[in-house]
């Protein structure tokens, strides 16, 4: 067994311990969905200056997760450039890393001797690789390909004779041993997906006679000589901890965003965007395996992955069917009109679903430039028990949306005024009138004086913005006094009206169903007002 030195293994448990895990323990996914050199698309060269590693078309291959994505690599026998990338280090006693690729051998020869065309390993950096386990080797005799596996440059190759021009799907098994050699399986399926170990048979290939590497960091891809190595193309690589890494689960498309919805973003007009706010989106079996989640802000809000640059929409890249948790930013957008905004989505799209995020908010207009003019009332019907109040709406600047209008029986300084972002509700002596209706009706005791003060606002709930400042519009009216008694009624009204017109207060479902007069005055002998006035029904 080739052994690191002590500080390496330390390096090794520190980082297992640090590092969260890929979602199913995926290490890495790639399906070369990308085109050209594959130095310029994240993998590294550890080998060779000539003849670059480079996409060709895709391959496929029913039920994988991987099939038809992308582009795949054409690896050639000329001799040149060799290319790694790496994934999180996995260094523990009889771990197994497990490996699924796509290949087709397309070698126009009829005999190769075989070399090794893929490998994993320890590296000491991109540009320093050389400790090398499960070596996946090919070999053409007599236009039959036979597969091979070994952690050296010598390799054990099955007997099983498969064709060229044909893709396969290769699976391959590493188990790290401290005590000796580390034992390596390789499974070539020619149709169907495996659900475990089990179900994919005996491999191919078991190699328990050489010596891998305690620490598992990379994966190379090799170009051997024209001699002895065969032209394959190589696609859907997939590397994880688990045979399911290889090959998860297959399920409806979820994607989750956490909260749905998002409440309270507001700013006042002029003065700038809303604070921000985030929600969590995951998904899983996500279809395609790669691609992309688009997250589009709505007519209003925008969004961001960084909390700085917003924008209205934004691309979050996913791989291997899942997205791990991701935070989401949104805010209202820069130059608003004052108003609401409320229940408009931010949608979040890709990998065949859907999941949308609520979002409301308020741009506040401010407080209302102007007090409305002409605030006063008169006596109503019957002048000892209601006030009819009136003004002319406040115009210019900030145009409130409503009038605040408090009373009290005391004085004018027992009006408490009101506080922004507090929305008073309704009661016997408070009411809320919109911007244009202009009046207002209270009522109160015979005899007594009410003062009245009225407040222009803008915004609602706790978005309210009162003007309190001046000289805030007031006035005071005293009613006439209540009747007293005795009280003697004998109805003695036009036939035909209503109570409320002859100096009755409807204090019960006002306008429905009125009392109303009509002739013939009640009798009853004996009674002072018998036969007097009218009655009523």
């Not at 070399?115 to 080797?137: K, M």
Request: proline share 4%.
């Amino acid at each position: 067994m080739i052994h690191k030195n002590f500080k390496y293994f330390l390096l090794s448990i520190i980082l297992l311990l640090s590092l969260n895990g890929n979602m199913f323990g995926q290490l890495l996914v790639d399906n070369f969905e990308y085109s050209g050199q594959l130095n310029t698309n994240g993998w590294d060269i550890h080998s060779g200056t000539t003849n670059f590693l480079s996409t060709t078309s895709g391959l496929t291959y029913s039920g994988y997760t991987g099939s038809g994505l992308g582009n795949a690599v054409l690896v050639q026998n000329l001799g040149g450039e060799d290319v790694n990338k790496g994934f999180t280090e996995q260094n523990v006693d009889g771990a197994s890393i497990y490996l699924s690729t796509l290949v087709n051998i397309n070698d126009a020869a009829s005999t190769k001797s075989g070399d090794y065309f893929l490998n994993i390993g320890d590296r000491v950096s991109g540009t320093s690789f050389s400790l090398f386990s499960a070596r996946v080797f090919a070999k053409i005799t007599s236009d039959v390909v036979n597969f091979g596996i070994s952690n050296t440059s010598t390799a054990t190759y099955g007997t099983t004779s498969f064709a060229k021009n044909t893709t396969y799907l290769l699976i391959v098994k590493y188990t790290i041993s401290a005590a000796g050699n580390d034992e390596v399986k390789l499974w070539v399926v020619p149709s169907g997906i495996p659900a475990n170990e089990i179900a994919a048979g005996t491999p191919e290939v078991t190699n328990t006679a050489t010596a891998g590497q305690n620490v598992i960091d990379a994966v190379a891809i090799r170009q051997g000589t024209n001699g002895s190595s065969v032209q394959v193309v190589l696609d859907g690589l997939r590397i994880g901890t688990a045979w399911a890494d290889l090959f998860p689960a297959t399920g409806s498309a979820t994607l989750t965003a956490t909260p749905s919805s998002l409440s309270g973003f507001e700013y006042i007009v002029g003065a700038g965007t809303s604070t921000s706010q985030s929600y969590s989106l995951t998904g899983s079996s996500l279809s395609p395996a790669s691609g992309n989640i688009t997250v589009t802000g709505s007519t209003n809000f925008e969004v961001s992955l960084n909390n700085s640059t917003f924008s209205g929409s934004v691309n979050i890249a996913y791989a291997g069917g899942a997205l791990a948790s991701t935070p989401v930013y949104v805010r209202l957008k820069l130059g608003l009109a004052a108003g609401t905004y409320n229940g408009e989505l931010v949608v979040n799209s890709g990998g065949s679903t859907t999941a949308n995020v609520t979002c409301n908010g308020a741009v506040i207009a401010g407080e209302p430039t102007n007090y409305p003019t002409s605030f006063s009332g008169v006596l109503g019907n019957p002048a000892y028990y209601y006030n009819n109040l009136s003004w002319v709406d406040a115009a210019g600047g900030v145009v409130p949306t409503g009038y605040l209008i408090k009373s009290s029986y005391v004085s004018f300084a027992d009006i408490v005024t009101p506080v922004d972002g507090v929305a008073e509700t309704n009661t016997l002596r408070i009411q809320n009138v919109a911007q244009g209706l202009q009046s207002a009706v209270f009522s109160g005791f015979g005899g007594s004086t009410y003062y009245y003060k009225i407040y222009p606002y803008t915004g609602s709930g706790v978005n309210i913005d009162y003007k309190t400042s001046g000289s805030v519009p007031q006035f005071s009216i005293t009613n006439a006094p209540a009747p007293t008694l005795p009280l003697i009624e004998t109805f003695n009204y036009t036939s035909g009206s209503n109570l409320t017109a002859n100096g009755f207060v409807a204090h019960s479902s006002a306008g429905t169903n009125p009392i109303e007069v009509t002739a013939s005055p009640l009798t009853y002998s004996g009674y002072l007002n018998s036969g007097l006035g009218n009655q009523f029904h």
